[in-house]
């Protein structure tokens, strides 16, 4: 027997498998965003740190690995095309594991979510129904190319932030703080559509209207890198408008190593997509944790 006949006539999911499926890697983008929020407000992260480290939990390793393992299910006949190695495709994962999996980590998310409070449970059902209209017929928003990376993008890093403010403050966030998470949201629409490179091919045959499809790799590198750019102009222009200009000045600062890196992207969108992930991604959430300190500074004196 192969080794391929014999994963797909396994019984149970391999653990190994079982954490490939929710993405380890994903996890960061959202805790950090979490972490954003706590910084934004002048409030003791230390004197509440239960809150901070079960927030951080949820967002990363809980919601945000519920989302990839409910995408994977999903999307196991895309991915049988562009990653057919992926848990599901490979059959790693056999039968109907991947949505029990999902379905579980929701309930369990919903669990978590309400010990954070009011606040925290109902940012928590937004993420969860997110995830699910983001990957499943007959919503599936991942289909488009405008509304799908956007969504993602207010999952992985406004909900989180805000969530984080609301969490430990137990209130509604200010309007700067509000605004900054929205605007940070916005410009991760850009880095999802550069992630949508990767499946270019198998988005292509299965009806997915991901922008590298529907515009060509070119045109959705120029649109992901205007959305990028734009949004943390204006987090700049605020952070001068708000009397914050040292803040405005080190956000400046990473924004133009970003642009130096896409004119690099931009020469090869598809071949650069990764490296600019792993460059110019890293200076734009450094910015997001500059931008916290500066609104707590600012709350600090209200």
């Not at 190319?145 to 993008?153: F, M, Q, R, S, T």
Request: with cysteine.
């Amino acid at each position: 027997m192969s080794v391929s006949t014999t994963l797909h006539n396994s019984a149970r999911p391999q653990p190994k498998a079982m954490l490939e499926l929710i993405k380890p890697i994903t996890w960061f983008p959202p805790m950090w965003a979490y972490l954003c929020g706590i910084a934004s407000i002048p409030v003791s992260a230390v004197a509440h740190w239960p809150m901070v480290l079960l927030g951080v939990i949820l967002a990363g390793p809980v919601v945000c690995g519920m989302s990839q393992a409910a995408n994977d299910w999903c999307d196991r006949h895309v991915d049988a095309v562009n990653e057919p190695h992926r848990p599901i495709p490979s059959g790693r994962i056999p039968g109907r594991w991947g949505l029990w999996i999902a379905l579980a980590m929701s309930v369990l998310s919903l669990l978590m979510g309400w010990l954070l409070g009011p606040w925290g449970f109902a940012s928590t059902v937004v993420g969860v129904l997110s995830a699910w209209a983001y990957s499943v017929e007959p919503v599936r928003l991942k289909r488009s190319g405008w509304w799908g990376p956007g969504l993602v993008g207010l999952c992985y890093e406004g909900l989180p932030w805000f969530t984080g403010a609301a969490v430990l403050s137990q209130g509604m966030p200010s309007f700067q703080v509000c605004t900054m998470a929205l605007l940070y949201a916005f410009g991760a629409h850009g880095i999802m559509t550069l992630n949508d490179f990767k499946a270019l091919e198998g988005d292509r045959l299965h009806g997915v209207r991901s922008l590298p499809v529907t515009l060509g790799p070119d045109v959705a590198a120029r649109v992901a890198c205007t959305v990028m750019g734009l949004a943390q102009a204006l987090v700049v222009a605020l952070l001068l408008v708000w009397g914050r200009p040292w803040y405005a000045l080190a956000v400046t600062l990473l924004l133009l190593g970003q642009i130096r890196a896409m004119k690099t992207l931009l020469a090869d969108p598809k071949g650069k997509a990764p490296w600019y992930q792993a460059t110019g991604i890293g200076m734009y959430v450094s910015g997001m944790m500059i931008t916290a300190f500066a609104l707590r500074t600012m709350e600090s004196f209200q």
